[in-house]
């Protein structure tokens, strides 16, 4: 049995213009997916493979929820209902999390939403760190799981990994994973976020 994940590039730009963001964030691509041809080129490759594989499609942007719900409905309306595709995406949430949009994920997502958390480095200022932490509890009060993400930047790793637990303690996220930065978009105009190697190293043996 295979397992194949798919990411279904839905936009470049956002709504956010976070430091590190490799599609350049408010200044990405603002080229939209178009369902027809997104559904038609999925469908080629599963075609490609045999009956008894797994698929994962991954919604990603830019901000995902920037495109209109009825084309997201559109290119997942052929696939999550069978049995060997799960859907999901990963969205800044920071935007009114309108009731339709809740259903969407709770119904086309199974409920899986992912996000992230990058104190210094995403959010523009403290109301928008707010309505982020409204919609993640608004979403859990719906049932969802969601999956949080942190990008580890110089500014995380100056801080103690206790300071980082109390803060993730009082999240109402069901699963947390730590990535690294990587260059290009706008992180290429900002060196500052990026930790070298030693102070990585050292902040990750401090959890022991």
Known sequence: MQY???YVKTTGTCNLNCSHCF??????????LDPEQTIA???DYMSEHSE?????????????????????K?????????????????????????????????GRFKGVIGTSWDNWIRFGNEAQLKLW??????LKAAGAF??????????????????FLDMMDELPVDTISLERLTVGGNADFDSGIFPNNDAQDEWYRDWE
């Open 23 to 32: 599609t350049s964030g408010k200044n990405g691509d603002k080229t939209q």
């Open 74 to 106: 559109a290119v997942t309306e052929p696939f999550w209902k069978l049995p060997n595709v799960t859907i999901a995406a990963n969205s800044n949430l920071v935007f009114k999390l309108h009731d339709e949009i809740v259903e969407f994920i709770m």
């Open 52 to 72: 008894d594989t797994s698929y994962h499609l991954e919604l990603h942007g830019g901000e995902p929820f920037l495109v209109p719900l009825e084309k997201l």
């Open 133 to 138: 932490k409204s919609n993640l509890a608004k």
């Open 41 to 43: 080129w999925i469908k």
């Open 4 to 6: 194949k994940t798919v």
């Open 146 to 163: 969601i999956a949080l993400k942190v990008s580890v930047s110089k500014q995380l790793v100056d801080s103690s990994p206790n300071w």
